[in-house]
């Protein structure tokens, strides 16, 4: 079971908007502004997508936006295009002695 | 730019150690960065390993605590882990990764390496 919920799965058509929660408590994800988010194609390594809960690195898409309220950040991707259909993780820092905690990854289907 | 690479044993007999290593190329493991490893196994998701600073100094996922040992190699610039007292449970793909200056995300993956514990 991973410390941080995900949705199993969401969907959309190409060029709506969707959203993926990632529900932690005070002790990881409302604790720190250190929330991440990786996209994952299938085989393939994982991509960061958005860092310290709504940074983009160069060269993602400004597509691609996070945030963050209490305990539950969140990734939306507008403009959905086919490409974007992977999986995505989110990720946070929990302290020092916990370190760092995955959710438990959402797949996104473009229709 | 950055570009890292795994490398070690693809299979590993239950009770033994895994033991991987990650080169750094393109780039100093001397730098203001954290270097880290994550695992994945087959169809499921991501879980943290643990990270290195070039100056030693480590933190540990405490689940995998007991087991599991990540050194640095400044000379050969490149960093490794050690896992003991394998299971199945420990299949996976094992990626090392560069943590972003300043923050704990991870930006910057080797392809990863597929280990099975199997005898």
């Known amino acids: ?111 | 730019q950055v570009q890292l690479q795994e490398s070690g044993p693809g299979l590993v007999k239950p009770s033994g150690t895994l033991s991987l290593t990650c080169a750094v190329s393109g780039g100093s493991i001397s730098s203001s960065n954290w270097w880290s490893w994550v695992r994945q196994p087959p169809g499921k998701g991501l879980e943290w390993i643990g990270e290195i600073y070039h100056s030693g100094s480590t933190n540990y996922n405490p689940s995998l605590k007991s087991r599991v040992t990540i050194s640095v190699d400044k000379s050969k610039n490149q960093f490794s882990l050690k896992l003991s007292s394998v299971t199945a449970a420990d299949t996976a793909v094992y990626y090392c990764a560069r943590v972003v200056g300043g923050s704990d995300a991870f930006d910057i993956w080797g392809q990863g390496t597929m280990v099975t514990v199997s005898s």
């Not at chain 1, 990786?38 to 983009?56: C, E, F, N, T, W």
Request: charged share 15%.
């Open chain 1, 1 to 111: 079971q991973s410390a941080l919920t995900q949705p199993r799965s969401v969907s959309g058509s190409p060029g709506q908007s969707v959203t993926i929660s990632c529900t932690g408590t005070s002790s990881d994800v409302g604790g720190y502004n250190y929330v991440s988010w990786y996209q994952q194609h299938p085989g393939k390594a994982p991509k960061l997508m958005i860092y310290d809960v709504s940074k983009r690195p160069s060269g993602v898409p400004d597509r691609f936006s996070g945030s963050k309220s209490g305990n539950t950040a969140s990734l939306t991707i507008s403009g959905l295009q086919a490409e974007d259909e992977a999986d995505y993780y989110c990720c946070s820092y929990a302290g020092s002695f916990t370190g760092v905690v995955f959710g438990g990854g959402t797949k996104l289907t473009v229709l």
